[in-house]
Nanobody, 125 residues
Framework: VQLQASGGGLVQAGGSLRLSCAFS????????MGWFRQAPGKEREFVAA????????HYGGSVKGRFSISKESAKNTQYLQMNSLKPEDTAVYYC???????????????????WGQGTLVTVSS
């Protein structure tokens, strides 16, 4: 599985960005697609995840209510819509994929074997 993240950039606080994660290779409806981020000097943090087959997405506490996941199945692409951005959202954002994760496992980066290259999001104050 290959993942390609895109859509990062510079935005002012309060603004919005939409990240994309396109995947190719072996496809499976059992995939879980996740987003993580890593700010300078900090550990990688869980942002959001969703089963490709559907169901309610799972969000990290710091982004709940501001970020949302959607997908475009025909393009094998998942989107992360980020609204009301804050300077503390500044980070490199990574998309990742795994198979058959239960909800309680989705927020652990170690459960994701496939990763995209990351895209930088910078939020200015």
């Amino acid at each position: 599985v290959q993942l390609q993240a895109s859509g990062g950039g510079l935005v002012q606080a309060g603004g919005s960005l939409r990240l994309s994660c396109a995947f190719s290779g072996r496809t499976s409806t059992s995939y879980v697609m996740g987003w993580f981020r890593q700010a300078p000097g900090k550990e990688r943090e869980f942002v959001a995840a969703s089963r490709w087959s559907g169901g309610s997405p799972h969000y990290g506490g710091s982004v709940k209510g501001r970020f949302s996941i959607s997908k475009e199945s025909a393009k094998n692409t998942q989107y992360l819509q980020m609204n009301s951005l804050k300077p503390e959202d500044t980070a490199v954002y990574y998309c990742a994929a795994a198979e058959r994760l239960i909800l309680s496992s989705m927020n652990n980066e170690r459960n994701y074997p496939w990763w995209g290259q990351g895209t930088l999001v910078t939020v200015s104050s």
